[in-house]
């Protein structure tokens, strides 16, 4: 191959420098004199030559070559101002000197003082601007082209194999990859595939995962993209980017679109600061009108993904265009042990660590959430200095992610430690007297992350997708039971509850206002949850009267109350039992679930029904 060499500013730099030092090696020494020094030097015979121009008389004195007798470069150059001196030619004569008259309006000079710095300063801004329109980081000259990475299958290195779980989710895949290598089975009978497929789940489940193992399977070339990347500030260069990405597309068919992050793109009309006419709006508009332009059994499949569809544009979601969504959820415990499984392929695991019981203690985590379990595990052992990833970097890992990093520089004085103890062996006594409560897995008094200063762990036993009110109200009851132990114990209350009495009053609001299990209120909803994979501004939309409002805040306010009478009463019937717990965590720090249930003889004690 050969070697391309290509033009650099450098290179001009280095070249200019060069002949800028040639020139002033070459180029004789300059000297302004006066006229009668001037006609001194020709007396003298300094000065063998005289060029005459219009306002200037230049005098030169040159060196003769000893061997060739032949004038090389003059040494020196004797400049005056030209006086009005008719005498001047016949002095000149006179000395022998040779007389010559200099033309002011030459070709060359033209040349040299217009033309050549024109061209010089073309030549710098082409480069310039050539540089700038190089490669794939958007140049100047590439603002209307698709930001578009185009990766080859055996590039992506992911298919089905590599994602664990999800396995609706997959089968519902498994019909656009078998189109897409075999589409004649599908148009014998007139069937079409979708034109587009959204897939929808909370951040982290392994929406653009899928997307590639799809790419992967099908064996096709894979266009992916983020919404983000058709915004620009220029008007219409969005909507240029998307006919360029479908142009592309149909070009390069069968293939598949992955437009990741579909919300920054997508968001419903006429919610812009500028109205209908803002840039985004017209890039979705583009969008609309390329999905109904291209054929539908070419062989180009549009996936893209979000974890916010409650925004996205109606005319997006219609048939036609999105028209299948698949759900990418939260995984469940065999999903959960599943993904473990993948993520601990290449990591040296104890033989005694066992991944379902890892499973069990994380309900909720996402994919991601799980691949970075295994990797703080891992560095947890690495720094340890063992050999092999056992069951306890898992569970510090575990504990890490859900309480954040423990401090042991925060020292804590002797009351606040003794208030923190009481205050954690609250939770835990109050969730082994509830029926329904969660067990115990840990209960701990070191500080962890920012404003944790213990925390109690409740490891479910399998995952849920309903509550009843009594599992509510249990619920509250256990985050109720820290704040009762300190009441009763010191007399007083402290800041530490703040938590928890959030946590129960959204539960209580929750009952009171969505779920219908209010008496006075009756079977009605009141609230609305604004998104349901973010979790963010859960009670954002009113769409009832003050009184309701009030009354609303009354049942909460009676519910918590209601709740802690009953959660003082049983740490009152439990309190040599607080006492024990208590002052044995204020010894360890940190007590799992065998040394607590060895502590409180949890054969013997009878949870009330």
């Given at each position: 191959?050969?070697?391309?060499?290509?033009?650099?500013?450098?290179?001009?730099?280095?070249?200019?420098?060069?002949?800028?030092?040639?020139?002033?090696?070459?180029?004789?020494?300059?000297?302004?004199?006066?006229?009668?020094?001037?006609?001194?030097?020709?007396?003298?015979?300094?000065?063998?030559?005289?060029?005459?121009?219009?306002?200037?008389?230049?005098?030169?004195?040159?060196?003769?070559?000893?061997?060739?007798?032949?004038?090389?470069?003059?040494?020196?150059?004797?400049?005056?101002?030209?006086?009005?001196?008719?005498?001047?030619?016949?002095?000149?004569?006179?000395?022998?000197?040779?007389?010559?008259?200099?033309?002011?309006?030459?070709?060359?000079?033209?040349?040299?003082?217009?033309?050549?710095?024109?061209?010089?300063?073309?030549?710098?801004?082409?480069?310039?601007?050539?540089?700038?329109?190089?490669?794939?980081?958007?140049?100047?000259?590439?603002?209307?082209?698709?930001?578009?990475?185009?990766?080859?299958?055996?590039?992506?290195?992911?298919?089905?194999?590599?994602?664990?779980?999800?396995?609706?989710?997959?089968?519902?895949?498994?019909?656009?990859?078998?189109?897409?290598?075999?589409?004649?089975?599908?148009?014998?009978?007139?069937?079409?595939?979708?034109?587009?497929?959204?897939?929808?789940?909370?951040?982290?489940?392994?929406?653009?995962?899928?997307?590639?193992?799809?790419?992967?399977?099908?064996?096709?070339?894979?266009?992916?993209?983020?919404?983000?990347?058709?915004?620009?500030?220029?008007?219409?260069?969005?909507?240029?980017?998307?006919?360029?990405?479908?142009?592309?597309?149909?070009?390069?068919?069968?293939?598949?679109?992955?437009?990741?992050?579909?919300?920054?793109?997508?968001?419903?009309?006429?919610?812009?600061?500028?109205?209908?006419?803002?840039?985004?709006?017209?890039?979705?508009?583009?969008?609309?009108?390329?999905?109904?332009?291209?054929?539908?059994?070419?062989?180009?499949?549009?996936?893209?993904?979000?974890?916010?569809?409650?925004?996205?544009?109606?005319?997006?979601?219609?048939?036609?265009?999105?028209?299948?969504?698949?759900?990418?959820?939260?995984?469940?415990?065999?999903?959960?042990?599943?993904?473990?499984?993948?993520?601990?392929?290449?990591?040296?695991?104890?033989?005694?660590?066992?991944?379902?019981?890892?499973?069990?203690?994380?309900?909720?985590?996402?994919?991601?959430?799980?691949?970075?379990?295994?990797?703080?595990?891992?560095?947890?052992?690495?720094?340890?200095?063992?050999?092999?990833?056992?069951?306890?970097?898992?569970?510090?890992?575990?504990?890490?992610?859900?309480?954040?990093?423990?401090?042991?520089?925060?020292?804590?004085?002797?009351?606040?430690?003794?208030?923190?103890?009481?205050?954690?062996?609250?939770?835990?006594?109050?969730?082994?007297?509830?029926?329904?409560?969660?067990?115990?897995?840990?209960?701990?008094?070191?500080?962890?992350?920012?404003?944790?200063?213990?925390?109690?762990?409740?490891?479910?036993?399998?995952?849920?997708?309903?509550?009843?009110?009594?599992?509510?109200?249990?619920?509250?009851?256990?985050?109720?039971?820290?704040?009762?132990?300190?009441?009763?114990?010191?007399?007083?209350?402290?800041?530490?509850?703040?938590?928890?009495?959030?946590?129960?009053?959204?539960?209580?609001?929750?009952?009171?206002?969505?779920?219908?299990?209010?008496?006075?209120?009756?079977?009605?909803?009141?609230?609305?949850?604004?998104?349901?994979?973010?979790?963010?501004?859960?009670?954002?939309?009113?769409?009832?009267?003050?009184?309701?409002?009030?009354?609303i805040d009354e049942e909460v306010r009676k519910i918590i109350e209601e709740r802690m009478v009953g959660v003082e009463k049983t740490l009152a019937e439990q309190r040599p039992m607080l006492e024990k717990v208590a002052q044995r965590l204020l010894e360890k720090e940190a007590l799992?679930?065998?040394?607590?249930?060895?502590?409180?003889?949890?054969?013997?004690?009878?949870?009330?029904?």
């Open positions: 191959m050969e070697k391309k060499i290509s033009f650099s500013l450098y290179y001009l730099l280095i070249a200019l420098g060069v002949f800028m030092l040639i020139q002033h090696w070459l180029a004789p020494q300059i000297i302004n004199i006066s006229y009668t020094q001037f006609k001194k030097h020709v007396v003298e015979k300094k000065i063998n030559s005289v060029v005459i121009s219009s306002n200037l008389l230049k005098g030169f004195e040159k060196v003769e070559d000893v061997q060739k007798k032949e004038p090389l470069f003059p040494k020196q150059v004797y400049v005056t101002p030209r006086v009005d001196d008719r005498a001047l030619v016949e002095f000149l004569e006179k000395n022998s000197v040779d007389i010559i008259a200099e033309n002011e309006n030459t070709l060359l000079r033209t040349i040299l003082s217009w033309v050549l710095p024109a061209l010089i300063f073309v030549g710098i801004w082409m480069f310039f601007m050539r540089r700038m329109g190089q490669g794939a980081a958007g140049g100047m000259m590439t603002l209307g082209k698709s930001k578009a990475k185009i990766i080859a299958q055996t590039d992506l290195g992911v298919n089905f194999e590599s994602v664990a779980g999800q396995d609706e989710a997959k089968q519902e895949l498994a019909e656009v990859i078998e189109f897409l290598k075999t589409p004649e089975k599908f148009t014998r009978l007139g069937a079409k595939i979708p034109k587009g497929i959204l897939l929808v789940g909370p951040p982290g489940t392994g929406k653009t995962l899928l997307a590639k193992a799809v790419a992967g399977e099908s064996g096709v070339p894979f266009f992916s993209i983020s919404g983000s990347d058709f915004i620009e500030m220029f008007v219409g260069l969005g909507a240029a980017r998307v006919r360029d990405l479908f142009e592309q597309a149909n070009a390069k068919a069968p293939c598949i679109v992955f437009i990741d992050e579909l919300d920054s793109l997508g968001k419903a009309r006429g919610t812009g600061v500028m109205g209908g006419h803002d840039e985004r709006e017209q890039t979705l508009n583009q969008l609309l009108a390329e999905m109904d332009g291209f054929e539908v059994n070419k062989g180009v499949v549009i996936l893209a993904a979000t974890n916010r569809p409650e925004i996205l544009d109606p005319a997006l979601l219609r048939p036609g265009r999105f028209d299948r969504h698949i759900l990418v959820d939260r995984p469940d415990l065999r999903e959960r042990e599943a993904i473990l499984r993948v993520h601990v392929k290449g990591i040296k695991l104890a033989p005694a660590v066992n991944l379902g019981v890892i499973a069990r203690r994380t309900p909720g985590f996402t994919g991601a959430d799980l691949a970075n379990l295994a990797n703080e595990a891992t560095l947890l052992a690495v720094r340890k200095g063992k050999e092999q990833v056992e069951a306890t970097e898992f569970e510090e890992a575990i504990d890490r992610i859900i309480a954040g990093l423990e401090k042991k520089n925060r020292v804590l004085n002797e009351t606040e430690k003794k208030t923190v103890a009481y205050h954690e062996t609250g939770h835990a006594l109050i969730a082994t007297f509830r029926k329904t409560a969660e067990k115990v897995h840990k209960i701990s008094i070191v500080p962890r992350g920012i404003g944790a200063l213990g925390y109690t762990m409740q490891l479910p036993t399998e995952d849920r997708f309903l509550m009843s009110k009594t599992e509510l109200l249990e619920k509250i009851d256990v985050l109720l039971g820290g704040r009762a132990a300190e009441k009763m114990i010191f007399g007083e209350i402290t800041t530490g509850a703040q938590n928890d009495l959030q946590r129960a009053t959204d539960i209580a609001r929750s009952m009171v206002a969505m779920y219908g299990m209010n008496e006075k209120l009756g079977q009605v909803t009141y609230l609305q949850q604004s998104n349901q994979f973010l979790q963010q501004g859960l009670f954002q939309q009113k769409e009832f009267s003050d009184q309701t409002a009030l009354l799992d679930d065998e040394e607590f249930k060895a502590l409180l003889g949890q054969e013997k004690l009878v949870v009330p029904a």
